[in-house]
């Protein structure tokens, strides 16, 4: 049994299709049928069942896999040790997140400060957070970054930026102009919202309970940039998050005076599995990166929120 065999093997079983995934790993179709015919002989069972032209892996497959992933992870990241510690490593991170708007920066800033280090970076549905833990537990990925616990015991998560949230105030609205505001003044309010099941949709809903009030979903949408775009056309007020350093949006942003309004992000890994160094440090860049945006700004709150109080 040969380690090429269990490479193509793990992508056969996971797009089974010959031909799909002979053109992934740049092979002629028919060798790879031999290669897989050949692993099927030495484990002396069938891996697939075919119909046609149709594979379908089975029972035997799938344990097979199982094992075959957790084989191939272990290899790599005893390669990935190895050239730590040969000092050979020129750095490389494997990344998956779910607000690649809020880590763009942060990776860029990161990039000038190491230049040799390589990135590979899954953008991860909000919706689909649970496809970060198995990509954690497979090896996919070294870290992730996150806006909303993955909450799973063997995956530590590491608060690094704890985000104000304001109230997005397109321009003419009655409110355009406040400084701060306290949510209780909104109820009935036209609100621009995340779709269910968002985990920012949960936040923004936890936000107005805390309050006592219910507002209007006019839109509901999936991603920042869209959020963005009907504030600004005018259709709705929005939660928005908001740090020293972000450009400046098309529209006003209120300081929420009462409730407290925040995000948490987060990196998360899987303690048992072994960090490079790249990743280490990547890891306490973010810790140091945004603790830099996050103490002025908070000062400001204060400043502002006192002045507000003054007005009652």
């Not at 009907?230 to 942003?253: I, Q, R, T």
Request: include cysteine; hydrophobic fraction near 40%.
């Amino acid at each position: 049994m040969e380690l090429l065999q269990l490479q193509y093997f793990q992508t056969v079983a996971r797009m089974e299709h010959m031909t799909n995934a002979a053109k992934e790993l740049r092979i002629a179709q028919p060798a790879l049928s031999k290669t897989i015919a050949r692993l099927e002989e030495d484990l002396g069972v069938p891996l697939f069942d075919r119909q046609n032209r149709q594979i379908k892996l089975n029972s035997f497959g799938k344990a097979f896999l199982k094992s075959v992933e957790t084989a191939l992870s272990a290899l790599e990241e005893g390669r990935r040790e190895v050239t730590d510690l040969a000092g050979m490593e020129r750095g490389s991170i494997r990344l998956a997140t779910t607000a690649l708007n809020r880590l763009s920066k942060a990776l860029g800033a990161f990039r000038t400060a190491y230049p040799e280090v390589n990135f590979r970076v899954v953008q991860i549905p909000p919706n689909a957070m649970l496809d970060m833990v198995g990509m954690l537990e497979n090896g996919e990925v070294d870290l992730c970054f996150i806006a909303a616990s993955l909450e799973e015991a063997k995956i530590r998560e590491m608060p690094v930026l704890q985000a104000e949230v304001y109230l997005a105030v397109p321009a003419g609205h009655r409110l355009e102009g406040r400084e701060c505001i306290s949510l209780q003044e909104l109820s009935g309010e036209a609100f621009i919202e995340y779709k269910e099941g968002h985990p920012f949709r949960k936040m923004n809903d936890e936000f107005c309970e805390s309050a006592g009030i219910r507002r209007e979903v006019v839109c509901e949408v999936d991603e920042p940039a869209a959020l963005n775009s009907l504030v600004s056309a005018g259709l709705g007020l929005a939660f928005v998050p908001g740090c020293k350093g972000d450009d400046k949006p098309p529209y006003s942003m209120l300081r929420i005076e009462s409730p407290s309004c925040h995000r948490t992000f987060s990196i998360a890994w899987l303690e048992q599995r072994y960090l490079s160094k790249a990743a280490l440090r990547f890891r306490q860049f973010l810790v140091d990166y945004f603790n830099e945006l996050q103490e002025p700004v908070e000062q400001e709150r204060m400043e502002q929120t006192q002045a507000f109080r003054q007005l009652q």
